[in-house]
């Protein structure tokens, strides 16, 4: 079958090639998935560096999500042949077939394309747990969004709106602006580049964000700490900066908020519970129609470079979705 093999960690994506490899075989408690669609996040891009903190072996299968069809599927493992799934494994979603526990995937939300269900899964689940599950976002509340051209800057946006709060967009490239405001319809887009504090405190009327939502980090972080309500919160959620920040502790002592580091995937597998709970409430706002999400281009895998490389350049507007096999 065809697959994107990372077979060398490097600096660029030169260690990685589509290959023809054998079809992974489904290990106990295992389900074999079709894969239809796949969606590319950034850890996909910093695990063909080795610089995220998961750190498989090479070679390994790239792509952390996918969705599709079931092939095979343990009796009792609440899943079975024909049934439309989504999620992944860390990596082995950017192939024609994947086999992943059984705990990994859900059932696609009713109605939903393939390509839009891999959008969809490891962003929303990363923008609920932040906002809503740390954050403890409430309706009306003010939200100042980092990254939001971003597949979890844009959920972030998109969730926030639904629940009733307001947003704030931010983007280090101000080309994006108008495009994020058609599709996450923020309250404003403004551009995260120096002193923007006087620009929440301005939209925000005085009151500032009562949760920033941060996968940008470095001086985007250092700022945001200027821009954080009194008994708010600024969740951390990546460094695509490439600068990890620190701060001063004084500085949340004296201005009254917490910050709060995220971490999706690791808050699902300790409190599976709350994970579930997760997924139950973005399938519910998707089926109503609440929350979609955007999709900047959809590629065949043979053309993997290209969405690779847009993610590198800070092209996109969403996600990345590949097609393998085409
Ligand atoms: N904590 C968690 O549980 C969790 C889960 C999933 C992902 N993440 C992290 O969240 C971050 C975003 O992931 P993603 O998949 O949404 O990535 P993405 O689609 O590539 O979006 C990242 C956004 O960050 C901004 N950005 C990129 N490079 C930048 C730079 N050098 N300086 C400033 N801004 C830059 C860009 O926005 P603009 O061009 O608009 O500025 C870009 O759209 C990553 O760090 C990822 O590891 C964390």
């Not at 079958?1 to 023809?20: F, N």
């Not at 999400?293 to 470079?305: G, K, T, V, Y």
Request: glycine share 14%.
């Amino acid at each position: 079958m065809q697959a994107l093999v990372v077979e060398r960690l490097t600096g660029d994506v030169s260690g990685v090639a589509l290959a023809d490899v054998a079809e992974p075989g489904r290990g106990a408690g295992e389900v074999k998935v079709r894969v239809a669609a796949a969606s590319l996040n950034f850890p996909d891009l910093l695990m063909t560096r080795g610089e995220y903190q998961f750190k498989p072996e090479v070679p390994f299968t790239s792509g952390l999500e996918f969705a599709g069809e079931v092939l095979e599927a343990d009796p009792g493992s609440g899943f079975a042949p024909g049934d439309r799934v989504m999620g992944g494994n860390k990596t082995g979603a950017f192939a024609e077939i994947a086999c992943v526990p059984a705990g990994k995937l859900s059932v696609m939300p009713t109605g939903m394309d393939f390509a839009a269900a891999a959008a969809m899964g490891a962003a929303y689940a990363t923008a609920f747990t932040g906002l809503v599950e740390l954050g403890g976002l409430q309706e009306g509340q003010w939200m100042l969004v980092h990254g939001a051209s971003g597949g979890v800057g844009l959920a972030a946006c998109d969730l926030a709106r639904a629940l009733g709060a307001r947003v704030i967009a931010t983007t280090g490239s101000p080309a994006k602006a108008a495009r994020i405001a058609a599709l996450a319809c923020p309250e404003a887009v403004i551009v995260a580049e120096g002193r923007f504090r006087e620009e929440v405190a301005r939209l925000t009327g005085g009151a500032l964000a009562d949760i920033v939502f941060d996968p940008v980090g470095g001086d985007v972080f250092d700022e945001s700490t200027r821009c954080v309500a009194f008994g708010g919160k600024l969740v951390v959620v990546g460094f695509t900066s490439g600068r990890i920040a620190e701060v001063s502790t004084n500085i949340p002592l004296i201005k009254g908020f917490s910050i709060v580091g995220l971490r999706a995937g690791e808050y699902a597998r300790r409190f599976p519970e709350r994970g579930a709970a997760i997924t139950r409430a973005i399938t519910h706002l998707a089926e109503a129609g609440a929350i979609f999400p955007a999709i900047d281009r959809i590629l065949p895998l043979s053309r993997w470079r290209e969405g690779f490389d847009a993610m590198v350049r800070r092209e996109l507007v969403g996600k990345v979705v590949f097609v393998p096999g085409a």
